[in-house]
Each structure stands twice: as C-alpha cells, then as structure tokens.
C-alpha cells in the first residue's frame, strides 16, 4: 500500500456493508447457511465476484450476495471483517450502509441483525479506535411505501449506531417526486438523509434529489458534471457528493475512456468525498480510489485533506462524536504533512 495515503487520516462515506464482503467471507456464511451449491462452489462465487456490466447487473450480484445472509452472525462476521480492512488502511471514521429490507422482508428480524453489526462496530472501536456508523439504506425499485416503511422500522435504532437513512437501488425505477413525502418524514423524526443519484440517471436527478428530498448528501451525483446548472447548485447549496470511481467506470456511470470528472467538481468548490461502494465487488478500497485519483485526476495532497475534511464535515454522526473525531483528525492531518515522504 502507498505509505503516505496510509497515515493520512481518512474516512469512507459511501460504502454498503453487503458489498464489503471478501468472497471468502462469502464461502464461509454460505456454508454455514447451507445456501451454496454442493457443486462447482468455486465457479458459482466467480460470478458473483466477476466484475463488468451495468448497474442492473451489479445490482444482481449484490443481490446474490445478500441471498447468503440468513442469520445475525453473519452480518456480524462481515462487520468485524470490513472493520479490521479499513483499520489497515488507516481508516477513522466509516458510514455503513445496509439495505435491511432486504433481509426484514425474508423473514429475518431487524433488531438481531442491528445488534450483531453493533457488537462488532464495538469491537473495532475497542482494538483500533475505529468509529463505525450505520446508514439504513431502502431500496428504490421497491418504491414509495417501503421507503416510509423504513423510516417507521428506523424508529429506536439509534441505540445501535444508526446515523442516518439513504435510498440504493435502481434510480431509474421511481422518480425523486414518489419519495417527496418519505424523505421529509425522515426529516422530520430528525434523520439526516442522502440517496444514490446521478449515478444510472442524468444530472436532473441530483437536482431532484436536493431540491426535492433535500438530502443532506448525495451518493455518486458524478452524473451532474454533465449540467453546469446542477453543478452550481451543488456549489451553492454546499451539498457533499460521494464519488466512488471504480464503482462509477464499472457500471458505466462514467465511460471508461472519458476524463474522470473529479476536478469538475473540485473546482466548482463542491464538497467531494471518496468513497469505494462495494469494495469486495469492485475489487477496490478506499486507499486504491485515492491512490487511482492521485494517477489519474491529478489528485495532490492538498486535495487529499481536502476530500478527507470534506468527508469529516459531511458525516451524520452525533455531535458529541464529531468532536472527538475532529480532534483526532486534525491531530493525524498535521502529523501527515510533516511527515509525508512524497
Ligand atoms: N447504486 C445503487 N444501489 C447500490 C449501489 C450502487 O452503486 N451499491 C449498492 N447498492
Ligand atoms: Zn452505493
């Protein structure tokens, strides 16, 4: 790993526990779970973990990773297992997104599952000071109703580290407007919000997704470089996006050949973050996006603390840790620039 990002100070807002999980993570839950094929195993988890396709394609090999988890230890072993890669990377604070309906809807209760990824959020906390958060995640082809039924099966979870809601999925499925109301009973229970926009849809969704739902962070939003009017109301309104580029040129959000629009957005002033979406699917991390950056964005290190601070100041989480976390951030950025190598 490159030594100079290691030490400096990180923090991922955008990534999906689901996605987070190693192949052989994967092999292990499944087995347990009886839910692998007794044959050709090994061909079976290669195409989950094969990337290439669009987002509809992604979106049914995060699907059949989820088909794997049955019971809360299995979201505990994830969690325990993506907290230890981001320790090793550096990593301080992280905001988890999990699509719970997924499993809710299968049967499987939310309490148990809330309190199998808190133990193991405890436990990264306990060995590496790690700050972990959860983001409940709805999922956008299920529609309206099941986005409002995820802000009422949000109530009391804050106990368990829950920060904030989002919506994933298909952003073709239902328009911004179907969700106007859940997004504002969000609001209005005191939940900071964000959805995926702009990453299969146009520059139109991110700005439905501010001006409509309000969001206080959008996920990917890479697609507003196409619209200087979205990209000056992203400036304007100061609206944190998360860029995750592997995910964004693997599913065709941004087209392989074209420049990555980082500086688009840098140099509008809009509050970028990195993020790495589905690391385990994506074969990325965190570390390998800002090092990807670094090589092909022209990413310098006064953008580096500059995408990190962004991060900082865009996370949810309760005042009270965003003040303990801000001092171990500003402590480490200053120890990075004395001791940067490059
Ligand atoms: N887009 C939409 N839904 C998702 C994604 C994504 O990139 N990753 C996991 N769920
Ligand atoms: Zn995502």
């Known amino acids: 790993m490159n030594q100079s990002l290691f030490g400096l100070p990180k923090v991922e807002l955008h990534v999906h526990l689901e996605g987070t999980i190693r192949r052989e993570i994967l092999e292990k839950i499944g087995r347990r779970n009886n839910t692998l094929p007794v044959k050709e195993t090994g061909a079976f988890l290669e195409r989950i973990y094969r990337s290439g396709g669009d987002l509809s394609s992604f979106l049914r090999r995060f699907a059949a990773v989820c088909h794997h988890l049955r019971s809360p230890i299995d979201f505990y072993l994830a969690a325990r297992d993506y907290g230890k890669q981001l320790s090793r990377q550096g990593v301080l604070y992280a905001e988890i997104h999990l699509s719970v309906q997924i499993f809710t809807r299968r049967g499987i209760p939310l309490q148990p599952i809330l309190s199998a990824v808190d133990e193991a959020f405890e436990e990264a906390y306990r060995e590496s000071g790690l700050m972990l958060r959860l983001i409940l995640d709805g999922v956008r082809q299920w529609g309206p109703g099941?986005?409002?039924?995820l802000v009422e099966m949000a109530e009391g979870t804050r106990r368990w580290k829950v920060v904030g809601i989002g919506l994933?999925?298909?952003?073709?499925s239902?328009?911004?407007?179907?969700?106007?109301?859940?997004?504002r009973a969000a609001r209005d229970r005191g939940w900071k919000t964000t959805v995926h926009a702009g990453e299969a849809g146009g520059p139109d969704s991110v700005r439905d997704a501010v001006e409509i739902l309000k969001v206080d962070r959008i996920g990917h939003g890479v697609r507003a470089a196409g619209d200087p009017s979205v990209l000056d109301l992203l400036a304007r309104c100061q609206i944190p996006i998360d860029l995750c580029p592997t995910s964004q040129r693997e599913t065709g959000a941004v087209a392989k050949n074209d420049i990555y629009p980082l500086r688009t957005f840098l140099d509008r002033g809009i509050p970028v973050t990195i993020g790495s979406d589905d690391p385990a699917l994506f074969q990325t991390d965190l570390t390998n996006e800002l090092s990807w950056l670094q090589g092909h964005c022209g990413l310098s290190p006064e953008d580096l603390v500059r995408v990190e601070r962004n991060g900082l100041e865009a996370i949810f989480c309760e005042p009270e840790v965003r003040r303990r976390l801000g001092a171990i951030f500003h402590a480490g950025?200053?120890?990075?620039?004395?001791?940067?190598?490059?």
């Open 168 to 172: 994933g999925g298909d952003e073709n």
């Open 333 to 342: 950025i200053r120890s990075w620039q004395r001791n940067r190598t490059d």
């Open 146 to 149: 099941s986005m409002l039924e």
């Open 174 to 183: 239902f328009p911004a407007e179907s969700f106007r109301e859940a997004f």
